[in-house]
């Protein structure tokens, strides 16, 4: 569990409430379940095609983000978000993470997934994506949190901004599944400082952004 308190008055409940869903949801997400491979959106269900699951990787930092999508498509269907997460477990997976404005599913989070990230320059950081991390209240549970499904996917993310100083610009993605379908992100920092958390210490192999 995260520990730490955001308390800035101005946020509003649902903000609250979507971010402190996608900081658990973000923790759970290594424990890739690979049972019931389905994906529900309200009363679509996607098929998924699950890659195996990477074993024993504990998440050991959480970096949340503040703003709006003025882009996010999942599967080609539009969506509101109001809050990305940066997430970078001990194995070197790394997680753009987008708690879905969805009122009618508290779980609805959407994961672009993948490995061996790198900063171009001080102001850019790019990750190649394998995978897309699907959940949704219909997943199955461990430790009373759902466990997303996962996608073999391609595709990239792009966030720009100064990372040392923990102000985000935006962050770019795009992904394709193995089935053809299209995932895409435009998120937009409304100027709040990233909220960093380190969990555990990294591996110094590991390039971290926020460095």
Not at 63 to 71: I, N, Q, R, V, W
Not at 84 to 98: L, T
Not at 130 to 138: E, I, V
Not at 154 to 180: I, L, M, P
Request: net charge positive.
């Amino acid at each position: 569990m995260v520990s730490g308190r955001n308390s800035r008055p101005s946020v509003a409940p649902w903000h609250m409430s979507l971010t402190m869903r996608l900081r658990l949801l973000v923790l759970a997400a290594p424990l890739v379940a690979l049972a019931s491979p389905c994906f529900a959106e309200s009363s679509t269900a996607i098929a998924v095609n699950n890659p195996p699951a990477q074993q024993n990787s504990l998440v050991d930092m959480l970096a949340l983000m503040s703003g709006h999508c003025k882009t996010f498509k999942v599967a080609g269907r539009p969506f509101a978000c109001k809050t990305v997460a940066f997430a970078h477990d001990d194995k070197g997976r790394v997680n753009f993470a987008v708690a879905v404005d969805d009122p009618s599913d508290e779980n609805h989070v959407v994961s672009f997934s993948g490995e061996n990230g790198k900063r171009a320059d001080d102001n850019s950081y790019e990750l190649p994506i394998d995978r897309m991390l699907l959940n949704s209240k219909h997943r199955p549970k461990v430790d009373g949190l759902p466990v997303p499904a996962a996608q073999t996917s391609t595709g990239s993310c792009r966030q720009t901004g100064n990372f040392a100083a923990k102000k985000v610009n935006d962050v770019t993605c795009s992904a394709t599944d193995s089935e053809g379908r299209r995932y895409e992100l435009l998120f937009v920092s409304d100027g709040t400082p990233v909220n960093v958390r380190r969990i555990r210490q990294s591996s110094p192999s590991v390039q971290d952004p926020f460095k």
